[in-house]
């Protein structure tokens, strides 16, 4: 059975830091990894998909990789801001089943 | 992009009456949904895949008869908590895979629904 760790569990930093946060898999045979962000008492927001042939995908602040072999994926934050403080949480699917991690709750100090 | 709505957003209810949980794509066709449950400062949990005209498989622990899915449409899927105590009071979330377009096996999220039972 797939299981996926985050780490850390939190994070707090001042703003302007760039930051990575964690993500590994024990399984492989994934069919994408999803990184999302969660604000407190919300839904999920969709930040980066890599599919199981790729090795990152960039949007904006955030570069997301993918070792499927090692099965790790990290989120790379850039300059970071009060905004994006939030819950992020890493997914992995084997197309009908998609597995989470527990989360890096990121705090971003003004 | 995508969008899947869910209804309620918040929900109060006291103990013992049964509660529903709406979950629609509203601009695409889903043959597939998902239900999550998430705890205070958890991960999301799956509780149930759903897919169009049969009935939803449910995880290992889940109750099937307390949790009731019906996926009666390609745009719509429901989640009823019957019977509900205090200990289902939780977040729920919910997920649709497209059956066309979208990256490959991407799924999108409904804003969630926080039950409070009394």
Known sequence: KQEVTQIPAALSVPEGENLVLNCSFTDSAIYNLQWFRQDPGKGLTSLLLIQSSQREQTSGRLNASLDKSSGRSTLYIAASQPGDSATYLCAVSDDNDMRFGAGTRLTVKP | ?118
């Open chain 2, 1 to 118: 992009g995508a969008v899947v709505s869910q209804h309620p957003s918040r929900v109060i209810c006291k103990s013992g009456t049964s509660v529903k949980i709406e979950c629609r794509s509203l601009d695409f066709q889903a043959t597939t949904m998902f239900w999550y449950r998430q705890f205070p400062k958890k991960s999301l949990m799956l509780m149930a895949t759903s897919n169009e005209g049969s009935k939803a498989t449910y995880e290992q622990g889940v109750e099937k008869d307390k949790f009731l899915i019906n996926h009666a449409s390609l745009t719509l899927s429901t989640l009823t908590v019957t019977s509900a105590h205090p200990e289902d009071s939780s977040f729920y979330i919910c997920s649709a895979k497209p059956g066309t377009g979208g990256a490959t096996g991407e799924l999108f999220f409904g804003e969630g629904s926080r039950l409070t039972v009394l």
